[in-house]
């Protein structure tokens, strides 16, 4: 019996690893199935058929109240997924290591890969009044960094060929990140950037782009680091492409994005193929396959790692194709610390793609240092003795002699493994899909939703992450800055994003204007009286992104959550009962 649920063809496995490239799924073409597009399919009925039986035997909620309790959902969710109880490991970890997650937010707001525990964060400052007991502490116990970060006055090209004096705990950082995303020191030069935008306008800044040369990018989303990238390089004069996505499911329209790849194929040099594994916005996977088709067809290719989690299963394939930049992201500690850095790989064969003139200014690129100085260092020690051993403040890093730095969140990660990781973020994020889903408003003829996803649906080969907005029972969409502050006010961290270059196929006018939205930007130079306006179409969204950690607690809180929308006067109740705890801000 076919499950009524949202479900989605998938690209078929790939050395049976990652998807690979599937024409007929992204265009929907009728041809003859391969056995192993037979086998795909069945794999995904079952996944899909396993999903939806985790709310039975109910289909649709019409009542937050009439919800299914936490524990009865949990039970219906590992009878569904058996193997869910493989993955215990992470639970034993969060209990250990980040006790903070289960007192404060529950955190869908975070991207990248987590450095440190907070145990380690903890040992660090091992309570509140140490801060109070010196005031010459340059930073608040809650907020004293592992590491700092000092500016470097040199260029990518310099940089990566000589190098210069690297600090221990930046040594230590590099040798472990590398071994982490296993990319071979052979293959790859690591270089710290200050952040995700300065490192995407660091690489446009420097790759030597031919006469006539191209950016051809596959992004479903507005990005502040890709318009950086883009802005740099039509200051040189390249001209720009950008892939399209298909309307509703957001799949890439794949025939124009490889004639875009293979148009003038003589061109020996063609330009830079900025590629994601999957969109960090709507979790709709990518194939490598179209890193392979650019590299085939002369590009040089940046693949964009900011959206993966650790070790997720998507990573296997950088050793594979071993494209020419990589960029990813680390932050501090999940749920307590976003600060961090991203890590520009550049492949050594590809250096002599980077411009190498003297006069190339690269700003972003960073050193990792010791947070404090020796004098600092020793205060720091004194106020701790009574707290922490001579062993523990080896590990903490408290001196400039003697690092002692562990990577703590990277250990985590590796101790349960990719494939444990892998599947534990699949279950999670396709039951929350299947469960928004199941929120209908009550009353209405056609059963009008009160969710809608965007991109992937129920499929395993999506990423960790869920693009939605809310419906109220008119069909008017709810202000995705609203449903987040009204969802941070109830301990839940969400993100929005804007969902962009979206085709639409055959639809009328009226229903793409009622699809899309404007995005106005205003952009005004300081010392001028000059004003540049800047128009885009898409929709806004609201996003969660599951991380390693996340739980089913977290996004069962989520569910709960959202389905509070179902009363019509839910907004209007809480702005009263905000007024009544006589909060100062009551605008919602």
């Known amino acids: 019996m076919q ?6 063809s998938s690209q078929t496995c790939f050395n049976g690893c990652f998807s690979s490239l599937n024409f007929s799924d992204e265009s929907h073409n009728t041809s003859k199935s391969t056995t192993n597009d037979a086998t795909g399919t069945n794999l995904n009925y079952y996944f899909v058929t396993a999903t939806c039986s985790t709310l039975q035997p109910y289909t649709q ?19 569904a997924f058996s193997q869910f109880s493989t993955t215990s490991l992470v639970d034993q970890i969060r209990a250990e290591n980040y006790s903070h997650l289960s007192q404060s937010n529950v955190c869908f707001d975070y991207t990248g890969y987590g450095l440190f525990s907070y145990a380690q964060h903890h040992r660090f400052c091992p309570t509140n009044s140490i801060a ?3 005031s010459s502490l340059p930073y608040s116990t809650n907020e004293i960094p592992f590491f700092d970060i000092s500016f470097k006055s040199v260029n990518l090209h310099s940089q990566i060929l000589y190098g210069g004096h690297e600090s221990e705990i930046e040594s230590i950082i590099r040798e472990r990140i590398m071994a982490f995303m296993n990319v071979s020191e052979a293959d790859y030069t690591l270089v710290f950037i200050a952040n995700e935008v300065s490192a995407f306008k660091l690489v446009a800044d420097s790759f030597q782009f031919q006469s006539n040369g191209d950016l051809l990018t596959v992004y479903d989303h507005n990005s502040e680091a890709l318009d950086m990238m883009i802005s740099s390089c039509k200051k040189q004069g390249v001209r720009i492409d950008s892939a399209e996505f298909n309307w509703p499911n957001l799949g890439i329209e794949w025939r124009k994005l490889k004639k875009m790849i293979m148009s003038r194929r003589e061109k020996k040099k063609r330009g830079l193929f900025v590629f994601p594994i999957h969109s960090r916005v709507t979790g709709t996977p990518y194939s490598y396959i179209w890193m392979s088709m650019a590299q085939e067809n002369g590009w040089h290719v940046l693949l964009d790692l900011c959206a ?11 050793s594979m194709f071993k494209p020419d930049f990589m960029i990813c ?3 501090k500690v999940f749920g307590e610390n976003p600060s961090g850095f991203s890590c520009l790989f550049v492949k050594k064969s590809s250096v002599s793609s980077l411009k190498d003139s003297a006069n190339v200014t690269s700003i972003g690129i960073i050193s990792l240092v010791p947070a404090f100085s020796n004098e600092k260092s020793e205060e720091i020690v004194e106020l701790r003795t009574a707290f922490d051993s001579s062993s523990s403040r080896k590990r903490s890093g408290l001196t400039n002699e003697s690092v002692g730095i562990e990577c703590k969140g990277l250990d985590n990660a590796d101790s349960v493994g990719l494939i444990v990781i892998t599947s534990r973020t699949k279950y999670l994020t396709n039951w929350l899909v299947n469960a928004l889903k199941s929120l209908q408003h009550p009353h209405h003829e056609n059963g009008l939703s009160l969710i809608k996803i965007y991109g992937s649906k129920i499929n395993p080969h999506r990423g960790p992450i869920v693009a939605f907005n809310i419906f109220d029972w008119k069909g008017e969409k709810v202000d995705p800055l609203l449903v987040q502050k009204l969802a941070d006010r ?6 929005c994003a804007f969902l962009q270059n979206i085709r639409f196929l055959d639809k009328n006018e009226e229903e793409i204007q009622r699809a899309l939205e404007k995005r ?3 952009v005004e130079k300081l010392g001028l009286s000059m004003k540049t306006h800047k128009n885009e179409f898409g929709i806004f969204v609201v996003t969660a992104a599951l991380g390693f950690l996340t739980n089913f607690e977290d996004t069962y809180r989520l569910w709960a959550f959202v389905s509070r929308f179902l009363d019509a006067d839910f907004v209007e109740k809480e702005r009263w009962r905000y007024m009544a705890l006589n909060q100062k801000t009551i605008e919602i």
Not at 308 to 318: D, S
Request: proline share 8%; aromatic share 18%; net charge neutral.
């Open 329 to 331: 992201s680390f932050y």
């Open 308 to 318: 993966l989690r650790p070790k997720e299963m998507y990573t296997l394939g950088m």
């Open 490 to 495: 109830n301990n839940i961290s969400l993100s």
């Open 61 to 79: 909620f019409t009542n937050f109240e009439s919800l299914p309790p936490f524990q009865e959902s949990y039970i219906n969710f590992t009878k």
């Open 520 to 522: 106005v930007y205003k």
């Open 3 to 8: 499950p009524s649920c949202a479900c989605e």
């Open 132 to 134: 109070s007991s010196s």
